[in-house]
């Protein structure tokens, strides 16, 4: 085997373990069912954002690129939800909440949609205006 041979296995074997790396990150910080950020994944990306926002603040300059018009946390609660499971079963809730989970990302489209696990209540859901990159 060549030098270069060695180092082009080397580079495929790191891009799959970037790519585990990306699934491990994501079975932590979203939920299974609905794929939107679980609590620890949620948290994560609002210390992101509170972050960015701050340098954006603190250093103007090299962050003109930078900027959030608005900034909404929604609280809301499915009604009921435990009683949908206990009578339909939770095969159903998990439909409901799927159904759900897609109605406000399509609504949220223009926003950068985070929310909790659905599962929980109450449900949180961050969404931020960001703007197109030129």
């Known amino acids: ?5 060695d180092i082009k296995k080397l580079k495929t ?3 799959k373990k970037e ?3 990306t699934k491990l990150k994501n079975l932590v910080s979203r939920d299974e069912l609905t794929g939107v950020y679980n609590r620890r994944g949620f948290k994560e990306e609002i210390n ?20 959030i018009a608005h900034l909404s946390l929604l609280f809301f609660d ?12 939770h095969k159903t809730g998990d439909h ?5 989970t ?3 990302s399509k609504v949220t489209a223009a926003f ?23």
């Open 19 to 21: 790519l585990e790396i």
């Open 78 to 89: 499915i009604d009921n939800f435990k009683k949908i499971n206990d009578t339909y079963g």
């Open 112 to 134: 950068t949609f985070l929310a909790t696990s659905l599962s929980s209540s109450p449900k949180k859901i961050l969404l931020s205006e960001w703007p197109m990159m030129a």
């Open 102 to 104: 897609g109605v406000i």
């Open 13 to 15: 074997e790191l891009k």
């Open 48 to 67: 992101r954002i509170f972050n960015d926002i701050a340098f954006a603040r603190a250093n103007p300059e090299t962050r003109k690129h930078f900027y």
């Open 96 to 100: 409901i909440l799927q159904y759900i």
């Open 1 to 5: 085997m060549s030098h270069e041979d």
